[in-house]
């Protein structure tokens, strides 16, 4: 229920034939609340009735008659319209004591499956801020597919596959070392990829060699095929920390290596659709139709690349998922990729091309520059969140020593702050990544609404663990913005899913918290007469906060 959608509802079917004006533009909200909830001025009908706008507001507010309106009056030219609080109240109330976290929830999607491709970092190097970006937001999009009704499927597209794979073998090989392969994966296998490519300088002949190993990969020999997937394993077991501390996890691991095997039903699809031409020694699909660069689809020395898996992927998701929209969550620096291929596809004459939808973001900055996980050839991803987690314990431990479990509340806060950070703003604007700014329980934070959610928390332990029935119902003025945001709740999660933006979620809890912190110092609550409306009333206010939370991907502890 947003009780700013039934009210223009309301008044529209009140209203009838009266004027065909759209009402939502039309309605005040007066300043002072003596002159109601919503005000409608009459001056714009004047004209089209040929009577004043006094006339016009007499006959419209006798002729509004709503359970929603406790009553419905005539001030000079203005309508003003009084919401019977008592019962809107009540009735948002109960719905959020029956349908607890359910609540905002709708079924729009019909179970209908959503892949979303999200995270993808390369094997063999850093976790970088562009992927934690992509697997926090991608993480968010999906949690919002599935209260919208939708399936969500998380694929993490693996960079597992292509000639530097051959190149790293041939290093490997030669250089390597397996014990330290085994301790620092990915900082021994970057060292290696480095190397190689300083050798490669001096002698030119290894990149050859690079190539031929490749091509000895995708044939499926055996030794370079076990070399292959041992460092696969390793790196995904680096992987697998960060998505452990963010709590993220997938469906499929299903990386470039993957669709290896599907890439001739491609090139056989396209070349019989006579899509494809020869430029260069390379095969190429022309998209001067819509003014894109040529797609290139297979190099001069035979090897398939990017692009072109990622056409399998569109037609093996199309095919095992039957989608409804097929999302990619990746930066936007590979616009035009995503581009061309949902171009090359729709000549092929798939339609359902279009239900691809690129879901393009900005970068992490710090100190104004692109922030790097490579430095030297440490991976640093890993080391900044356990320092933010960190940070978070020292202000814990200040704030709350008698805390009990510390640590793992300080894991919540601190990765919450990270993931915070990312999702307030959106998408496309770049992050500034600020331990201080993220970790201040007083700005525009993560750790801001779990303190206000743990708040809540607090009042209803010392109530005696309050847990709420039916039927409550709070007219006060102080806790009316509270309740009309509330109410509001159902239809943030809907434009949030829509525009694939998770800040509104984020902007919409922080106005909430807002709300609540203000009325929190104005109205007394455990000492009070109304304190089972006033506890209901936080008890929402807790349970909306959380969701919003759940949603981003941030847990909410219910003391801090
Ligand atoms: N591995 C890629 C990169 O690091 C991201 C993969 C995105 N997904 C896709 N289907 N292309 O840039």
Redesign the pocket.
């Known amino acids: 229920m947003d009780i700013q959608l039934m009210v223009t509802q309301a008044l529209k079917e009140s209203l009838g034939q009266a004027t065909n004006h759209n009402i939502a533009l039309v309605i005040e909200k007066p300043k002072n609340s003596a002159f109601g909830d919503y005000a409608i001025p009459c001056f714009t009908w004047a004209k089209a009735f040929k009577r004043s706008p006094q006339e016009i507001a007499q006959q419209i507010a006798s002729s509004i008659h709503h359970p929603l309106f406790a009553k419905v009056h005539a001030v000079g030219p203005y309508v003003n319209v009084f919401l019977d609080r008592k019962r809107i109240s009540q009735e948002l109330l109960n719905q959020i004591v029956l349908q607890k976290g359910d609540y905002g929830s709708n079924n729009d999607g019909e179970n209908r499956n959503v892949p979303i ?1 999200l ?4 094997i063999a ?1 850093p976790f ?1 801020m ?2 934690l970006r ?1 697997t926090v937001i991608g993480n968010a999009i999906a949690n919002l597919a599935a209260k919208n009704g939708y399936r969500p499927i998380r ?1 993490n ?3 597992d596959w292509g000639t530097q794979f051959g190149k790293l073998i041939v290093a490997y090989l030669k250089w390597g070392d397996e014990e330290k392969v085994r301790q620092q994966p990915i900082a021994e296998l970057l060292r290696l990829y480095v190397k190689f490519h300083e050798e490669a300088e001096k002698h030119p002949e290894l990149n050859e060699e690079g190539r031929r190993t490749f091509k000895k990969l995708e044939d499926g020999d055996q030794q370079t095929r076990e070399l292959w997937s041992w460092f696969r394993e390793e790196s995904l077991k680096e992987f697998f920390r960060i998505y452990h501390l963010l709590d993220v996890s997938f469906d499929y691991l299903h ?2 290596a993957f669709y290896n095997d599907k890439m001739d039903e491609v090139m056989e699809m396209l070349t019989e659709k006579g899509l494809i031409e020869e430029s260069e020694g390379a095969l190429v699909v022309k998209l001067d139709e819509v003014d894109l660069p040529p797609c290139l689809i297979q190099k001069s020395d035979g090897a398939t690349i ?1 692009a072109t ?2 056409l399998a ?1 569109a037609l093996y998701r199309k095919r095992n998922f039957d989608f409804s929209r097929s999302l ?4 936007s ?2 616009t035009l ?2 581009k061309q291929i949902k171009q090359v596809l729709r000549k092929a004459g798939f339609d359902w091309a279009n239900d691809m939808v690129h879901i393009p973001f900005g970068m992490m900055l710090q100190n104004g520059k692109k922030m790097s996980t490579r430095k030297g050839r440490v991976i640093l991803l890993e080391e900044v969140l356990n320092q933010v987690v960190d940070l978070a314990y020292q202000i814990i431990n200040q704030k709350n020593p008698a805390l009990e479990n510390k640590h793992e509340v300080a894991k919540q806060v601190g990765i919450g702050a990270v993931i915070f950070q990312d999702l307030k703003n959106f998408r496309t604007n770049d992050v500034d990544f600020s331990f201080e700014q993220m970790l201040n329980f007083d700005g525009e934070t993560g750790p801001y609404l779990q303190y206000t959610h743990a708040r809540c928390h607090s009042l209803l332990r010392k109530a005696g663990n309050f847990v709420p029935k039916t039927g409550h119902s709070l007219d006060e003025e102080e806790a009316w913005p509270i309740i009309s945001l509330l109410s509001q709740f159902g239809e943030v999660t809907k434009q949030a899913w829509e525009d694939y933006d998770p800040s509104k979620i984020a902007r919409y809890a922080l106005n909430l918290a807002r709300a609540f912190n203000s009325y929190y110092v104005k109205v007394r609550i455990l000492g009070s007469e109304d304190r089972e409306a006033r506890l209901h009333l936080v008890f929402s206010v807790a349970t909306v906060i959380e969701e919003c939370l759940r949603i981003l991907g941030i847990k909410s502890p219910k003391s801090m």
Do not use: A, C, M, W
Request: no cysteine; proline share 4%; net charge negative.
């Open positions: 491709d995270s993808g970092p390369n190097k970088s562009g992927h992509s694929i597209h693996l960079g990386g470039e990017y898996r990622d992927t990619y969550v990746v930066g620096e590979q990729h995503f």
